[in-house]
């Protein structure tokens, strides 16, 4: 089993549409969450942070379910601006440095 | 101010040759990584360094890859005897002091190409 998996999608969604990606990890010691976004041909940006209590961003939205071991990012009001890959990152508990990249999932919003 | 840098931007080599890829950290960050992504792929951890600190090299492929990183700041990866499978995207980043739970701030990466 990966130790962070995701569905590559594509997710293919209209503009203004609410779209989520779940993303599942291993290990249960992980203690770091992350969404990182990459445009294509682009280096990865974190896009944010995911908090036990969940977080939002304005459209953006994480959430930890700990008993699970997944990580969730629901984006609302889709805009064109939002087609990327958004990668999951999780912390190596074996690790004090170290963190985990999803294969990532792929966004398209069309118009 | 000043991001991450990596030259160069592209590589282009014949299998078999060396090459070296650099990266130029944020100014001040103490923890520098590399790693590798391949097509559709996912980032692969190949190195971590983090101020005068043994590097943690758990992630390099295998023994034609190093690095190293002088002074603190600049670091080199090379790998020798460049083989197809170690055509990829390779990307640098930094953080500030190198927790789990910082922003890693990317550079452009190096598109490696062998023949």
């Known amino acids: 089993r990966k130790e962070v998996e995701q569905d590559p999608g594509p997710f293919n969604v209209p503009e203004g549409a609410t779209v989520a990606f779940n993303c599942t990890y291993s290990?249960?010691?992980?203690?770091?969450f992350f969404w990182y976004r990459q445009d294509c041909r682009k280096e990865p940006k974190l896009l944010m942070s995911?908090?036990?209590s969940g977080n939002e961003d304005g459209r953006f939205t994480a959430q930890l379910n700990r008993a699970s071991q997944y990580i969730s990012l629901l984006i609302r009001d889709s805009k064109l601006s939002d087609s990327a890959t958004y990668l999951c990152v999780v912390n190596s508990p074996s690790s004090a440095s170290k963190i985990i990249f999803g294969s990532g999932t792929r966004l398209s919003i069309r118009p | 101010g000043a991001g991450v840098s990596q030259s160069p931007s592209n590589k282009v080599t014949e299998k078999g040759k060396d090459v070296e890829l650099r990266c130029d950290p944020i100014?001040?960050?103490?923890?520098l990584y590399w790693y590798r992504q391949s097509l559709g792929q996912g980032l692969e951890f190949l190195i971590y360094?983090?101020?005068?600190?043994?590097?943690?090299k758990s992630g390099l492929p295998s023994d034609r890859f190093s690095a190293e990183r002088t002074g603190g700041s600049v670091s080199t990866l090379t790998i020798q005897r460049t083989q197809q499978e170690d055509s990829a995207v390779y990307l640098c980043?930094?953080?500030?002091?190198?927790?789990?739970?910082?922003?890693?701030?990317f550079g452009p990466g190096t598109r490696l190409l062998v023949l």
């Open positions: 995911v908090y036990s």
């Open positions: 360094f983090q101020g005068n600190s043994a590097p943690d």
């Open positions: 100014s001040g960050h103490t923890a």
């Open positions: 290990n249960s010691a992980s203690q770091s």
């Open positions: 980043a930094s953080s500030l002091v190198g927790g789990t739970w910082e922003t890693q701030y």
